[in-house]
Structures are given as structure tokens and as C-alpha cells.
């Protein structure tokens, strides 16, 4: 069974531009969460989407947005990149998203010059 | 919101010696807890999980346990071995979906 797939692996971006990173979760799940890893603040919770419906959304500010198609794959969009926004980005995929398994995929490194 | 503290923040061990690393979180109603293993240059691998109605999991060499009262749950990993060499997070969600309430993280370096 393939796991949860995320591209690109790495991105280089300009301060301001906007980016837009994938993640094809592990077939069936239906649950799909993003996360942001620093150095400084360790993993954050951007938003989760379950059934094509965004359920739960962190503390990040309005240029994070995501969707998820009907395939359960989703995407997510920074706009307005900052230099701060530099991280690995990481998303996890599970069955129901209630308390159950979720599996990470290996993250995309974006960069932000 | 939901807070999870996680110490110690590195930890070096000799092979064939136990590690325990050790998580507190503050929502009582959180009740499912994950660890996971991250190496470098790769994702969070989950390892093992407990839920709030378990007191103790064990898989082979690793081993969880989880008191609620105290609001606190621990990584025991025995005879440990250089592939065990990783970060490990602790994590606590609730049931409001696959929302995850990480700790900060322990390095963990197993000396051959």
C-alpha cells in the first residue's frame, strides 16, 4: 500500500509570491491534516480536511488556506510569502480522523529568499 | 487549547540500556496519545499509540503508558540499539478530528 505522497519535496520561493504544495493521502483515508515544522516551534496545526470540508483550523493567519478535491487529495496555498514561512511542511492522512492512526508523508521543504 | 510538555529535550543512552522519555498534557478531554520517530530528512513515523482507556501498550521493544489522573504518558523504549537513533514527539488529540497537540520533541542518541 503506497503511503501518503507529497510534492514537490523542496521549493525555493520569493519573498511575496505565492506556493502552492500537494499531498495525495494513503488510499481510503479520507482525513487529511497539515502541519508546520520549524526548528523554533516544533509541529503546528494549519488546518485539517475531512470529506472535502475544512473541520479544524490552527492559529495561522489567512494567506495559509488548503482545500481537499474529491479524491481526498489536498492542496495548500501560502500567499504573500515571508521569510518566516520558511519550514517543512507536513501532511497526514487517516481513516476517519476521529482519534484514529495518521500517517505522515516526508514533507516538503520550502524556502522563502 | 491543548498544551503538551516534553522532557527531556535530548537524551544519549548506551546500546542495550532503556530510554524513557516522558510527556504531560493539560485537556483532560484529549484522549488519544501517538508517538512518533522522526529521522532526518523524513517524516514523522508513527511507532506506537495509546488511547485513554489502556494504561500500558507494549510492541516488542517499545512500551507506553498513560496516567490520567496526572495527566501525564511515557515513552519506554528497552535494549535499545543505534537505529534507534531519532527525534521522538509526543502528541494528544481529542475527539474533534485528526487535529494533533505536538511536544516539542526528544533527540534521542543511542552511543555504540
Known amino acids: 500500500k503506497a503511503g501518503v505522497t507529497q510534492t514537490p519535496r523542496y521549493l525555493i520561493k520569493t519573498r511575496g509570491q505565492q506556493v502552492t504544495l500537494s499531498c495525495s493521502p494513503i488510499?481510503?483515508?479520507?482525513?487529511v491534516s497539515w502541519y508546520q515544522q520549524t526548528p523554533g516551534q516544533g509541529l503546528q496545526f494549519l488546518f485539517e480536511?475531512?470529506?472535502?470540508?475544512?473541520?479544524n483550523k490552527g492559529n495561522f493567519p489567512g494567506r495559509f488556506s488548503g482545500r481537499q478535491f474529491s479524491n481526498s487529495r489536498s492542496e495548500m496555498n501560502v500567499s504573500t510569502l515571508e521569510l518566516g514561512d520558511s519550514a517543512l511542511y507536513l501532511c497526514?492522512?487517516?481513516?476517519?480522523?476521529?482519534?484514529?492512526?495518521?500517517?505522515f508523508g516526508q514533507g516538503t521543504r520550502l524556502t522563502v529568499v | 487549547g491543548e498544551n503538551v510538555e516534553q522532557h527531556p529535550s535530548t537524551l544519549s543512552v548506551q546500546e542495550g540500556d532503556s530510554a524513557v522519555i516522558k510527556c504531560t498534557y493539560s485537556d483532560s478531554a484529549s484522549n488519544y496519545f501517538p508517538w512518533y520517530k522522526q529521522e532526518l530528512g523524513k517524516g514523522p513515523q508513527l511507532i506506537i499509540d495509546i488511547r485513554s482507556n489502556v494504561g500500558e501498550k507494549k510492541d516488542q521493544r517499545i512500551a507506553v503508558t498513560l496516567n490520567k489522573t496526572a495527566k501525564h504518558f511515557s515513552l519506554h523504549i528497552t535494549e535499545t540499539q543505534p537505529e534507534d537513533s531519532a527525534v521522538y514527539f509526543c502528541a494528544a488529540s481529542k475527539d474533534t478530528g485528526n487535529q494533533f497537540y505536538f511536544g516539542t520533541g526528544t533527540s534521542l542518541t543511542v552511543i555504540p
Open positions: 488510499s481510503g483515508h479520507r482525513s
Open positions: 480536511y475531512f470529506s472535502e470540508t475544512q473541520r
Open positions: 497526514a492522512s487517516s481513516q476517519t480522523g476521529f482519534t484514529t492512526e495518521a500517517f
